[in-house]
Every structure is written in structure tokens, then in C-alpha cells.
T-cell receptor
Framework: SQTIHQWPATLVQPVGSPLSLECTVE??????LYWYRQAAGRGLQLLFY??????ISSEVPQNLSASRPQDRQFILSSKKLLLSDSGFYLC??????????????FGPGTRLLVL | QKEVEQNSGPLSVPEGAIASLNCTYS??????FFWYRQYSGKSPELIMS????GDKEDGRFTAQLNKASQYVSLLIRDSQPSDSATYLC?????????????FGQGTILTVHP
């Protein structure tokens, strides 16, 4: 069965510090991978998606970046955090069925507080 | 801007009752529709997916889709206190080669004993 891991689970960082969040998926190969952010009291916002190694697409321009160095590894980074970067960061992977139906499953998330 | 609208609630129902959660969407080309449940402080968990008009049942959950009206709903029968959570409606975006989802803001459901 497939599992998805994210770490760290929680993180408190000062404004202006760098960030690195990691997501790994087990039990599947060549998944589509996604980074979402959920700010307090707000909906899920898609930040990045990747359909393969080294292939990253950004949905929202911001001071965050993403990388996919391995097939089942997805990393979210920032060189300098802003207060507005606080939120719940979720990694998701997807599975295809019937040729066109794609279903996304979420990891446990990383709660980031920027002070 | 493609949108997904949900009643923010909170929706409060007594234990054993039917909870009805509604969602409308603006993208007429959407093909896939999902309901996720999110407990406080946790990540979203997939409950139901539906792709064609009509009803789809899974245990106590029934998803209903009406593409002509651009409307999708989730019914929870015999509601339990453990069903208390935020329910997120997600709709796939048309015209993309990947599974881009647009999420509603979520409906908070409280089931009281």
C-alpha cells in the first residue's frame, strides 16, 4: 500500500530564515506530487505540482520554490520566510484510474509558524 | 477564476440524523468531484469521489452530482459525533493535463449527542 510522509510535523521559524520541508511517497512510482498551503481559517491553495523528476510547475508566484530530486521526493523551500508564510503545508500524491480519473491523497502535513 | 462554493456553516445536527452538505462550482468542464473530511489539526482525508451524474453510495455516505446544475452534495446518514469535522468539496479543473483541484472553503459539521 502507498504511504506518504512529511517532516517536520511542526516548525517555528523566525522571519527571514530559510525553510526546507520534505515529502516522500512509498509504494508507488512516478506519482504526480503536489504542495498545498492552508492558512488559518482559509481554504487549500495549490502552490506547486510535479509530474516527474525535475519537473515543477508553480501555481502562485511567491517566495517559495519546490524541487523534485528523486521520483518519490518533493521538497518545498524558501530562502527568506515572511510572516505570511505561516500555515499548514500539505503534500499530496495522486493515483490514476480508468485512464483519466486522478485522485489525490494527502500527507499528514507540516504546521509552520513564522515569528 | 474558477470557484467552488460551500456553505461555511457551522451545520449542527443531532446524532442519528442526516447531514446534508452542498457545493456548487463554476467550471462547466469539470469532470471529477471529491469530498474530503478534515478533523481539526489534521490533514484532509478522502471520503468520496464521483464522476458521473446521479448518486454514489459508500456506507453511510452518499454523494450526488448534477452537472447541469453544477451542483454536488454529500449526505451523511445516521450521523455520529465522530463525523464532526470540516468537509471540503474539491472539483477538478478542465483544460489541464494534471489533476488540478479547486477546493471550497469547507463546511464545519457538528453532530451533537
Amino acid at each position: 500500500s502507498q504511504t506518504i510522509h512529511q517532516w517536520p510535523a511542526t516548525l517555528v521559524q523566525p522571519v527571514g530564515s530559510p525553510l526546507s520541508l520534505e515529502c516522500t511517497v512509498e509504494g508507488t512510482s512516478n506519482p504526480n506530487l503536489y504542495w498545498y498551503r492552508q492558512a488559518a481559517g482559509r481554504g487549500l491553495q495549490l502552490l506547486f505540482y510535479s509530474v516527474g523528476i525535475g519537473q515543477i510547475s508553480s501555481e502562485v508566484p511567491q517566495n517559495l520554490s519546490a524541487s523534485r530530486p528523486q521520483d518519490r521526493q518533493f521538497i518545498l523551500s524558501s530562502k527568506k520566510l515572511l510572516l505570511s508564510d505561516s500555515g499548514f503545508y500539505l503534500c499530496a500524491w495522486s493515483v490514476w484510474s480508468s485512464g483519466w480519473q486522478e485522485t489525490q491523497y494527502f500527507g499528514p502535513g507540516t504546521r509552520l509558524l513564522v515569528l | 477564476q474558477k470557484e467552488v462554493e460551500q456553505n461555511s456553516g457551522p451545520l449542527s445536527v443531532p446524532e442519528g440524523a442526516i447531514a446534508s452538505l452542498n457545493c456548487t462550482y463554476s467550471d462547466r468542464g469539470s469532470q471529477s468531484f471529491f469530498w474530503y473530511r478534515q478533523y481539526s489539526g489534521k490533514s484532509p482525508e478522502l471520503i468520496m469521489s464521483i464522476y458521473s451524474n446521479g448518486d454514489k453510495e459508500d456506507g453511510r455516505f452518499t454523494a450526488q452530482l448534477n452537472k447541469a446544475s453544477q451542483y454536488v452534495s454529500l449526505l451523511i446518514r445516521d450521523s455520529q459525533p465522530s463525523d464532526s469535522a470540516t468537509y471540503l468539496c474539491a472539483v477538478s479543473a478542465s483544460g489541464t493535463s494534471y489533476g488540478k483541484l479547486t477546493f471550497g472553503q469547507g463546511t464545519i459539521l457538528t453532530v451533537h449527542p
